[in-house]
C-alpha cells in the first residue's frame, strides 16, 4: 500500500503489565457454557460470554482444549504419545503472502534499531491508514517477564486508543514460539485468549509468526538427557522397546523409557556431522585429562616433559576441529591417522610414545562420541519442540482459523542482517 503512514512507538518507554490471567477451565466452568451436573450458577466474564455466543462454534470443546493445554503434565503426555506412534512430524508454515508481510515488517525494524541477536518479539498493528510498529522487546527473567507479555500489554493499549477501522490486522513476531509452559499463565494461550478477544471487541484478525519452536521448555528440554552414543547403537540393535529392554537387562546400561526409544528410532540421523563447534568449547581439552595418567609411574624427573609432550600433542590436535562435515567413522579415522603420525620429542622413549598415542586415540574416540549424542540430543529435542508446538496448532485451528494464525516463518535465503540459523536462545 503505497502512502502509508508509519509510526513508532518507543521500546524504552514503561509498559504496562499484562494482568494474569485465571485457568480457563477455572473461568468458564459456570455460565453460559453446557450445563453440567450441579451448575445453576452465571458467569459475567467476557471468555464466558464468548463461549455462550454463536461467534465461536464448538465454543465449550475450544476451552476444554485449552485446558488441556494449560495442564502442562496432559500435553507432555499428549506429545509424548505422538512420539510414541512414530507419526510423521509435519512443519506448519504460515501462507506465503504472510510470510512476505513479515520480513517486510522484520527489515523495516531492523532498519531502525539495527538487528537483535537473542530472543525477542515485535509487534504490528496494521490498517488501510497506517502501520503501527513497536519493538522489539526482550525478556526480562529477573522480573518473570516474557518478551510476548509485553507486546500483549501494548497491543492492547494500542488497540484501545485507536479509532475503529476496518480491515485491521495484528502481527506478532518473535524469535521462538511463545512458550507453552511457565509458572504464570504461558505465552501460547495468553496470545490464543487476546487474540479472541481482539477480534470480538475490534474486528482484529491476529497473525503470530515464530522463527523456531520453543514448546515446553526450549533448548532446556531434558527429556533426551540420557541419551548417549552407546545407547544409540543399542537402540538400532533392536526392532522393538520390549527386546530392548530385555537385551538391556544383561547389561549395565540403564534402559531408556518408551517414549525416548521410539524417538531415537525414528528419528533420521546424518550420515554426516559438522565437528567444528567443539572446539569453540571452553573445555574442550579436557576430553584428552585422561592422556596424562600414561606416566603417573614415570620417575619424577621424566614427568615434566611427559607433561609437555602431551599438552603439544593435544593443542596440535586443534587443527582437526574444523567444520567440515565428516562421517563419524570418518572423524574417528582422522584422529587415528593424526596420532599415528604425530613426530614427538627424541626427549620420550618409544614406550612412553606409542602409550601416548594409544591413550589420544581412545580420548579422541571418546570425544567424538560426547559429540555425535550431543549432536543427537539437539535433533531429538528440537523435533519434540516441533511436534509440541505443531499439535497444539493443530488442536486449535479448527476453532481459530476465522481470526487466528500461528506457524513458523521460513528463513529465505537474503535473511536480512542477522544470522537467523544460530540465535535463537532464550537468554
Known amino acids: 500500500m503505497s502512502g502509508r503512514k508509519r509510526s513508532r512507538v518507543d521500546g524504552n518507554e514503561k509498559e504496562p503489565y499484562l494482568e ?9 466452568e459456570t455460565g453460559s457454557t ?28 475450544f476451552f476444554e482444549q485449552m485446558s488441556c493445554w494449560a495442564d502442562t503434565q496432559h500435553s507432555v503426555n499428549q ?38 541477536v537473542k530472543q525477542h518479539a515485535w509487534g504490528v498493528i496494521e490498517s488501510r491508514e497506517e502501520v503501527v510498529m513497536y519493538g522489539p522487546y526482550h525478556p526480562d527473567y529477573h522480573k518473570g517477564e516474557h518478551s510476548e507479555d509485553i507486546i500483549i500489554a501494548q497491543t492492547q493499549d494500542l488497540l ?32 490464543v485468549h487476546k487474540a479472541h478477544e481482539w477480534w470480538r471487541k475490534y474486528g482484529v484478525k491476529t497473525r503470530v509468526g515464530y522463527l523456531k519452536c520453543w514448546g515446553f521448555k526450549g533448548t532446556k528440554e531434558h527429556l533426551f538427557k540420557g541419551v548417549n552414543h552407546s545407547q544409540v547403537d543399542f537402540v538400532d540393535q533392536n526392532q522393538d522397546h520390549g527386546s530392548y529392554v530385555t ?4 547389561t549395565e546400561m540403564t534402559p531408556l523409557s518408551e517414549v525416548v526409544f521410539a524417538a531415537v528410532k525414528n528419528s533420521p540421523r546424518s550420515a554426516a556431522f559438522a565437528w567444528g563447534s567443539i572446539a569453540q568449547g571452553q573445555d574442550w581439552k579436557s576430553h584428552f585429562k585422561n592422556m596424562r595418567s600414561v606416566f603417573e609411574s614415570v620417575p619424577e624427573e621424566e614427568k615434566n616433559i611427559c607433561t ?3 599438552d603439544a600433542v593435544v593443542e596440535a590436535a586443534r587443527v582437526l576441529l574444523s567444520d567440515k562435515r565428516e562421517s563419524f567413522e570418518g572423524y574417528l579415522e582422522r584422529g587415528r591417522a593424526f596420532a599415528l603420525g604425530y613426530a614427538f620429542s627424541s626427549r620420550l622413549s618409544a614406550a612412553l ?3 601416548i598415542r594409544l591413550r589420544f586415540r581412545q580420548c579422541w574416540e571418546e570425544m567424538a562420541k560426547d559429540r555425535c549424542a550431543e549432536l543427537i540430543r539437539e535433533k531429538l529435542t528440537e523435533d519434540f519442540n516441533q511436534r509440541t508446538v505443531q499439535l497444539f496448532i493443530k488442536d486449535i485451528a479448527m476453532f481459530t482459523k476465522e481470526y487466528l494464525e500461528i506457524g513458523r516463518i521460513p528463513i529465505p535465503e537474503d535473511a536480512p542482517q542477522v544470522d537467523l540459523l544460530h540465535t535463537f536462545d532464550a537468554d
Not at 163 to 191: D, E, H, I, K, W
Open 160 to 191: 484501545q486508543s485507536q479509532s475503529a477501522s476496518q480491515g485491521r490486522a495484528v502481527y506478532v513476531f518473535t524469535v521462538n514460539s511463545p512458550c507453552l509452559a511457565r509458572n504464570a499463565r504461558a505465552c501460547m494461550l495468553n496470545l
Open 34 to 61: 453446557p450445563e453440567r451436573a450441579g451448575q445453576k450458577k452465571s458467569c459475567m466474564h467476557d471468555t464466558c460470554r464468548i463461549a455462550g455466543t454463536k461467534q465461536l462454534p464448538n465454543s465449550w470443546s
Open 79 to 116: 506429545v509424548s504419545e505422538h512420539l510414541r506412534s512414530g507419526r510423521h512430524n509435519d512443519d506448519i508454515c504460515l501462507d506465503e503472502s504472510v510470510t512476505k508481510k513479515f520480513w517486510q515488517f522484520h527489515r523495516d525494524i531492523t532498519e531502525e534499531s539495527g538487528a537483535h
Open 353 to 355: 610414545q606409542a602409550q
Open 308 to 310: 609437555q609432550e602431551t
Open 20 to 28: 494474569s490471567l485465571k485457568p480457563l477451565r477455572q473461568r468458564c
Open 247 to 250: 537385551a538391556a537387562e544383561k
